[in-house]
């Protein structure tokens, strides 16, 4: 493999977290629910994903228990702010210092131990072909649902009733339970997709990027995860392609790092993805693309029905 083709093979694997954290957000987004808790539901999901494939040697099982762990830190989020009406951002907050406490008690006897990576797919006569075939077709399923799952929650929230019933629901939840949609059952399945989406995240970081578990290995990318569904303007497409941007950044800080280009310490470059999330946050916020953020109207406003 030469090396640009392997500089963008390991772009598609740096996104692929970011990708599973910020669809499944943006969902719960749509919906008028604001959960800050991202980072927490990944690292659930990466220690969970983890113990599970080293305890029982099955991949497959590992990755369905780290999607049932993120959804279940969801599931508590939501009961707090869904059914307890307390407020989502304070909430969001104290579910990723749970996640990240609870994380590092759980993993405590894994830390440093080595796991297989999850296999890749070899697509005889694909994987082969040059460029195409190892940025294409060389990459393990976790790669694939992402992308795969981004397009079905593209056309979920376009094209099917149900999707525009969500995205009715985050605009305007009083019209919406006056139409007789449950605004507040169409908002756990939400939080829940959500939950299960950063789960998955956090089991790719565990079981295939890093096949190890390490303390807070999400390093943040729950917190990119958020800005990235503003960077999106809260559409899939944009998240797709704003994952694989943000990913770029992480592996070009890393190569530059090796090849030793910057005559700066090691640590400022480790900070570029981060001061990237930073800087385009400001740039659509201030600048001409301000007006076409789109927010939904609802976002973080809880609800009560009054009957």
């Excluded at 989502?88 to 796991?115: C, E, K, M, N, R």
């Amino acid at each position: 493999m030469d090396p640009v083709t392997a500089l963008l093979v390991t772009v598609v694997t740096a996104a692929t977290p970011l990708l599973f954290a910020a669809v499944g957000e943006l969902v719960v987004e749509r919906s008028g629910v604001l959960n800050l808790g991202v980072e927490g539901m990944m690292l659930a999901g990466a220690v969970t994903g983890f113990a599970v494939t080293l305890t029982t040697g099955s991949g497959t099982i590992g990755i369905i228990a780290a999607a049932f762990a993120g959804a279940a830190m969801a599931l508590v989020f939501g009961f707090l702010t869904l059914t307890l009406l307390a407020n989502q951002v304070a909430t969001g907050l104290a579910l990723t210092i749970f996640g990240v406490g609870l994380s590092a008690l759980v993993g405590s006897g894994f830390v440093g131990t080595p796991l297989p990576r999850l296999p890749r797919l070899d697509l005889p006569g694909l994987t082969d072909l040059p460029v195409v075939g190892p940025l294409l077709f060389g990459h393990d399923v976790l790669v694939y649902m992402a992308v795969l799952l981004t397009l079905a929650v593209a056309w979920f929230l376009a094209r099917s009733r149900a999707g525009m019933i969500l995205r009715a629901v985050g605009e305007n939840h009083e019209a919406a339970h006056g139409l007789g949609y449950p605004v507040i059952r169409i908002r756990y399945f939400a939080v829940l997709f959500g939950g299960l989406s950063a789960g998955l995240g956090g089991a790719f970081l565990s079981l295939a990027y890093t096949p190890m578990w390490i303390e807070q290995m999400t390093a943040g990318r729950g917190w990119i995860a958020l800005a990235l569904v503003v960077f999106a303007a809260w559409r899939p497409l944009r998240v797709l392609v704003g994952a694989y941007l943000f990913g770029g950044v992480t592996i070009l800080q890393l190569h530059a790092q090796g090849m030793g280009l910057f005559a700066v310490p090691s640590q400022v470059l480790s900070m570029l993805p981060y001061l990237a999330t930073i800087v385009v946050l400001v740039v659509i916020s201030v600048g001409p693309w301000k007006g076409r953020l789109q927010a939904p109207a609802c976002l973080g406003r809880p609800f009560h029905p009054t009957h």
